[in-house]
């Protein structure tokens, strides 16, 4: 048995695979370009991403925002989503809600079943408040 979730926060886990918290970007050894999306290869220098580091992402600004109404089954209804800049990435993924708007600084947050067919947990996006 292996539990890969103990500390999401520790020092750069490896893995292959976008089974990453929703929460970390891949990152290059060579050349330090960041992906989101699994890839074979650093798409800067090709190096090969088998062995790839990850960063967690910090903040973000939100680019555009979408509700899906019509999910898969073990996917919420309404489904809040915020395509989101993060220094060197640009993710789409889950909203806490629905008041993100263009513009918005926001960072991950909490712990969610994204798909209740799934065991794992991760984090959705949410406002930062920034005064
Ligand atoms: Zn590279």
Redesign the pocket.
């Known amino acids: 048995m292996t539990d890969s979730n103990d500390d999401p926060s520790a020092a750069p886990v490896r893995s292959r695979e976008r089974d990453l918290p929703a929460d970390r970007a891949f990152v ?1 050894d ?2 330090g ?1 960041r992906w989101y999306y699994d890839r074979r290869r ?1 798409p ?2 090709g ?1 090969s991403s088998a062995d790839a580091a990850t960063v967690r992402l910090e903040t973000g600004t939100v680019v555009a925002t979408t509700t899906v109404e019509t999910t898969p089954p073990d996917v919420r209804a309404p489904n809040h989503l915020a395509l989101v800049r993060f220094d060197g990435v640009q993710v789409t993924a889950q909203a806490a809600d629905g008041d993100l708007a263009p513009g918005d600084t926001v960072r991950f947050e909490g712990s969610h079943r994204l798909r209740e067919s799934r065991d794992r947990r991760d984090p959705r996006l949410v406002a930062v408040d920034d005064d």
Do not use: A, E, G, L
């Open positions: 290059c060579d050349c370009t650093c800067d220098c190096r």
